[in-house]
């Protein structure tokens, strides 16, 4: 396998502010036993648009890519302290990753029109946000990515965020938008009301008593999805709490993989200890560490403590084999 890292960005490219020198990447997972074109996968770990949760990243890029697909995970910008609304722009990291992996779609030895995006709770809502709006106008790029399409050819969206209204997730939003959202800013944003018949493929999971997000954003998109004719297939898994990933052994054991997602989180975090900042648990005791002491290892540790108990469920463990025998009726995968 190859696995490589790759900026999204320009720093001349990417305004957004962020502590430390964060810019928005995505890592590969190529294989290279040979040099067969493959389907690719990309995927959008959640984090309610505050954080990139690794729980959702290099886990589940392993999982396709160890059905063939060659895969990608992106580090898209977030909002931890939610205090400048990031709008539109993890929408064009996300869209600039699609156009990277056309791009190079022979070193990534990618076929073209064989694209995927998987997003998880808020990177589900930025894989929707990108099939209901890949054709407006912010999206576009000059130069060498002009004229190469955003637009991805099938979207599984897990447990996602998708409505601005009664079933909102209001932080992710809060994070998105700010506080003072406008009306148009909400609808924009509410993906249900957003479905076009040029709305690519979409697989959609979520569980019945999601404690979070719940399943009435999954039934939203979905009737929408029926309203415009768009190709889509819908699973209901009648027990279990958010943010389940793989719903299986290695993430029920916190065998995540690449914590590489948390790069901006992470930037962030240390900033604040460095500025004598008084943090909540579990991160305020970085601020209470010996010298010499690593304050990311500290963070990391402290969330690890934090964490919940999982246990893996094999009943919705099954969703990537869903999943993938979609992807193979809807990309005509061999």
């Known amino acids: 396998m190859f696995s490589e890292k790759y900026s999204l960005w320009k720093k001349d490219q990417y305004s957004y502010p962020v502590m430390g020198s964060f810019i928005p990447n995505m890592v590969s997972y190529i294989h290279d036993e040979d040099n067969k074109v493959r389907p690719a996968v990309i995927v959008v770990p959640g984090g309610g648009y505050a954080m990139v949760s690794p729980t959702e990243g290099e886990i589940v890029a392993l999982e396709f890519y160890n059905k063939g697909y060659n895969t ?113 800013e909400l609808e924009f944003m509410s993906l249900d009301k957003q479905v076009k018949k040029d709305t690519p493929p979409v697989f959609l999971w979520h569980t019945a008593t999601d404690e979070l997000v719940p399943v009435e954003n999954n039934y939203l998109f979905a009737e929408a999805c029926k309203a415009q004719k768009v190709n889509f297939e819908q699973h209901i898994f009648g027990n279990g709490r958010h943010g389940l990933s793989l719903a299986n052994k290695d993430w029920a054991t916190n065998n995540f993989g690449g914590q590489y997602t948390l790069e901006q989180f992470l930037d962030t975090l240390e900033f604040l200890v460095n500025n004598k900042v008084e943090l909540p648990p579990p991160f305020n005791m970085a601020g209470q560490l010996p010298e010499g002491v690593n304050i990311r290892d500290a963070i990391l540790q402290g969330m690890s403590e934090f964490a919940p108990e999982s246990q893996p469920d094999e009943g919705i463990a099954v969703w990537p084999i869903l999943a993938h025998n979609w992807l193979k009726k809807v990309l005509n995968i061999d």
């Not at 400048?84 to 992996?101: C, F, G, I, T, Y």
Request: with cysteine; hydrophobic share 40%; charged share 20%.
């Open 72 to 184: 990608f995970v992106v580090t898209y910008t977030t909002n931890l302290l939610m205090t400048e609304p990031l709008r539109l722009q993890p929408l064009r990291d996300l869209s600039k990753a699609v156009m990277v992996v056309r791009k190079k779609h022979e070193e990534f030895h990618v076929a073209l029109d064989k694209i995927a995006i998987c997003g998880f709770s808020a990177g589900g809502h930025l894989c929707g946000s990108l099939a209901v709006h890949h054709g407006i106008k912010e999206l576009l790029i000059d130069g060498e990515y002009e004229g190469i399409s955003n637009c991805p050819n099938a979207v599984i969206l897990s447990y996602p965020v998708i409505s601005t209204g009664e079933q909102a997730h209001r932080e992710s939003f809060i994070a998105l938008l700010g506080k003072d959202a406008t009306k148009e």
